[in-house]
């Protein structure tokens, strides 16, 4: 069965078929329990499906991928789309043998491993695997993580670990641990052939009219040139995703391209106190990242929703799959076109030498708007998972003191975040219009491709 995909008759209620799956749950049950009796195994928790716990844990887990991201320094924003989608992966690979209706990613992901397996007939405490397997996947994608950074992680472990066993059979918590390391180990060594490790290679910048100029303060600095050539997730995503060639640049002041980013400098003249405050509350950096922003909106709505672990590692997967898949989309658009960014044409060709947009120019082109395709990716995704119309409010930034900010739909916060960054100066709106529909068009195509429930 595909993941689910909304037409014009059909209202998801939730993806992956996450409440139509309960038959085929409560039959795979009894062949379990029948299957455990037949092997005379370990039966004390054998039942327990995935469903059965909370996503506390994973929660605490997301929490702490946040704190992490938000303290690492010296590394490219889209960087951080890899430990979101490789952790959300670990995870579900680890829970997903508690989950009877549903299937491994392994065969559907490009070049994904088989995983290891669970031993028959015996019990899981599915949260111990999954404390395990997050604390794997975070010690290994932040090594450089501060000594206090460090020991949180320990201590986050320990403490839930701490936890499970004194609920659960001890016996049953180790092996549950084993297990959750082992995925997660498969699963890093898996990330670490995707191409991440040449994604800043040496770049020779083109030089032209209209063509982007790096940022020279205090070098010439290119962000991540070649991470649109790292191994996508699905096959496929990028079908059809790629948008048009950019509006063909002009000096003329009677030009499309002229009046294109004259918009930007005439808005940034004018900025209102609510359109500068959603400009800086989508910056992200400095912050909590733009992945960690995605991850934080997740773990609100997973607390409020209180949902069940199995929810929580779907959710954290198939969101973190798109973020990932989206991005590299997004940089093979922006290092095919290199389009000139606003601060260039606006000092140099509109005559305003000192202008400066309300954020920092990031060091990559400008088309696509990268925050339009990664958030309109993610948001389309959180509405397959959740549902259309799902109202919430984003609490993110409070630790800032920024004012939440809340939305209708998943897909108002995508658009919004897209169109922050008119009104912080960085991009024109065409890039940010061609950028949401390419993150929901790579979406789409995630969600059309991959299969969670079993045939």
Known sequence: MNFPVKSTTTIFLLSLGLFTACKKERQSTENNQQEALKAGGQLHGHLKQTNTYS????NKWMDMQIRLMAATTGVANVAFTRP??????????TVVPGMPAYQSLAGQLTAMPVMPQTEHGFAYHWPAAANAALAYMNRHF??????ANKV??????????????????????TRSVTFGKEVAQKVFEWSEGDGYLHASDDYTVPMGPGLWVPP???????????????RIFVSGSGDNAQPGAPLAYSENPSSGFYQMVKQVYDVSQMLTASQTAMALYWRDVPGVTTPGHYLSILRQVLEKKQATLDKAAIAYAVSGITSFDASVSCWQTKYHYNLVRPITYIRNVLGHPAWSPLIATPAHPEYSSAHAVLSAAVAE????????NYSFTDHTYDYLNMSPRSFSSFRAFGEEAGAS???????YQPSIDAGL???????QNVSNTLKFLKE
């Open 55 to 58: 996503s506390e844990a994973v």
């Open 84 to 93: 979101y989608a490789y952790s959300g992966i670990a995870l579900y690979e």
């Open 142 to 147: 932040f090594p450089s993580a501060s000594s």
């Open 152 to 173: 949180a992680v320990d201590s986050l472990e320990n403490a839930l670990e701490t936890q499970f066993r004194s609920e659960e059979n001890s016996d049953i918590v």
């Open 216 to 230: 020279s303060i205090p070098i010439p600095k290119t962000s991540t040139p070649y991470w649109g050539n790292l």
């Open 381 to 388: 995704t959180f509405t397959t998972v959740f549902g259309d």
């Open 421 to 427: 960054r008119l009104y912080a100066g960085i991009h």
């Open 437 to 443: 529909k390419q993150g929901r068009k790579v979406a």
